[in-house]
């Protein structure tokens, strides 16, 4: 986000509930993040803004002339038919200035998709949005030989954590789930267990089993070994290494229902969730390496942000940022009084404990 070693300066089109959304990931980010020079809006609002409110969108050429501007976003929303196209044109463009929409400005700085701000249309239009064949016939390669090699080279490892889960604890060595895979359809997801069995049924909830999780299960987390399983998940054809985590089949009707409702530019009801399985699910993925475990519905939502930036950009590129990623999480590990803070625990097999009332709690219990 920089020319020449400086700081970008922004000019800000339109004060809509995006423009908040990338001034707070803008302020995030005060010493690598853009400088914005302020907004331009033809509504007066009383709403309190985190940069200078330069007036209307008639005054784009005189704060262009007067004012150093690098890139100008454009966040007019649902009222795009105002958009001062020949100023742009005029003053913008002509001039060697750039001149953006400000979903695509988002998802740049972020690695995020603003699922509020998107429109069927744009998804339906939009020059990509899903990895290419190429791209899929790569990470399916890829996959199965580091899947084949993985359980070759980890087998004895994988051995001796077995062993290891079944002295600490009775129960199987393997904690097995459906989950949802490509397409919607469920699959049975294999682990390495990290908890002792619950003698009833509980919630999802982090705080409703954290005194489940077991010393060797601590471990496991930090490293990632309790994932090491799901290679043969990945060889069934069932997952790839790198793609959007597999969420529970019991959460699956919730997740669908409320990202439904997530739409603030139409209003309307959009399934954005049933993008996430145009993709097969990862066994590491780029929601996993950006940002922590959900611990709530709002993180959930979060995570879904990261998952549907990976499926509009998904390429074998991708996968290896991700990959590299991972494995520096791998071999670095975390120590376990970490584990509670980023790596906190969570219900075993539970892709987001999720913030429910408690009757829907129930309704999704582990």
């Known amino acids: 986000m920089s020319r020449l070693g400086r700081r970008e300066r922004v000019l800000i089109l339109g004060r809509e509930p995006l423009t908040e959304r990338l001034l707070d990931e803008i302020e995030t980010r005060p010493r690598t993040g ?27 050429a005189e704060i262009v002339d007067t004012t150093p501007v690098d890139r100008v976003v454009v966040a007019l929303g649902e009222r795009r038919r105002r958009t001062p196209v020949r100023a742009l044109v005029e003053s913008c463009v002509a001039r060697g200035i750039p001149v953006e929409d400000a979903s695509a400005f988002f998802e740049r700085l972020t690695g995020k998709l603003a699922i509020e701000s998107l429109t069927p249309t744009s998804i339906v239009f939009s020059r990509r949005f899903g990895p290419s064949a190429v791209d899929r016939s790569l990470a399916r390669v890829l996959s199965v030989i580091v899947a084949a090699v993985g359980l070759l080279m980890f087998a004895p490892l994988m051995m001796l954590i077995a062993i290891a889960v079944k002295m600490e604890s009775p129960g199987p060595a393997l904690f097995v789930q459906p989950r949802i895979g490509a397409g919607g359809r469920p699959f049975r997801l294999m682990k390495f267990r990290t908890m002792r069995m619950a003698g009833e049924a509980r919630s999802e909830w982090e705080c409703d089993n954290r005194d489940r999780v077991t010393r060797v299960g601590r471990w496991l987390r930090a490293f990632r070994l309790d994932e090491l399983p799901q290679f043969v ?115 075993e097999g539970a892709a987001a404990p999720i913030g429910l009332p408690a009757d829907v709690t129930r309704a999704h219990a582990a």
Request: net charge positive; glycine share 8%.
């Open 34 to 60: 853009p400088i914005v020079v302020g907004v331009l809006d033809d509504r007066q609002t009383s709403a309190s803004c985190a940069c200078p409110f330069l007036g209307p969108l008639s005054r784009l």
């Open 233 to 347: 998940n990945v060889l069934r054809g069932e997952m790839n290494l790198v793609g959007p985590r597999p969420h529970p089949v019991t959460n699956f009707e919730l997740f669908t229902l409320v990202s439904r409702n997530l739409n603030e530019l139409t209003g309307s009801a959009i399934g954005y969730y049933s993008l996430r399985s145009m993709v097969r699910p990862g066994l590491t993925g780029w929601a996993q390496v950006r940002y922590r475990y959900a611990n709530n519905l709002e993180e959930e939502i979060e995570k879904l942000r990261y998952d549907l930036y990976y499926v509009k950009y998904a390429s074998i590129a991708l996968d290896l940022r991700v990959l590299l990623r991972t494995v520096m999480v791998v071999f670095l590990g975390q120590r376990p009084d970490a584990v509670a803070g980023r790596f906190a625990p969570r219900a």
